[in-house]
């Protein structure tokens, strides 16, 4: 069984940080990217950054470009989100992923993705 736990949410002013960290378990973590999206309230979900299987490819949304880095530690089975330079926009649940298909390079789209976390909030006040 799969399993996404993802921590640190929480309340941040403008122009804060925080970092997210989300532990995967059943499944071989280094085979798989790993995506973030974010549901913000009255909102579709929707995709913020992606990693893939190794670590050495990253995509991210425009709208987080140059102030949200993803990483991933594959020897703890962790994938990481900074977050910097914080909006009010960027409220929202945000929700790890597992790509359900072993190295594969479709990043953009959740469908893609078979397991997802709980989610936890990020709540940015101005």
């Known amino acids: 069984q799969v399993q996404l736990v993802e921590s640190g949410g929480g309340l941040v002013q403008v122009g804060g940080s925080l970092r997210l960290s989300c532990a995967a378990s059943?499944?071989?973590?280094?085979?798989?990217?790993m995506g973030w999206f974010r549901q913000a309230p009255g909102k579709e979900r929707e995709f913020v950054v992606a990693?893939?299987?190794?670590?050495?490819?990253?995509y991210y949304a425009d709208s987080v470009k140059g102030r949200f880095t993803i990483s991933r530690d594959n020897a703890k089975n962790t994938v990481y989100l900074q977050m910097n330079s914080l909006k009010p926009e960027d409220t929202a649940v945000y929700y790890c992923?597992?790509?359900?298909?072993?190295?594969?390079?479709?990043?953009?789209?959740?469908?893609?993705?078979?397991?997802w976390g709980q989610g936890t909030r990020v709540t940015v006040s101005s």
């Open positions: 990693i893939n299987w190794s670590g050495g490819s990253t």
């Open positions: 992923a597992i790509h359900g298909q072993p190295y594969d390079s479709s990043y953009y789209y959740s469908t893609k993705y078979d397991y």
């Open positions: 059943g499944r071989t973590f280094s085979h798989y990217a």
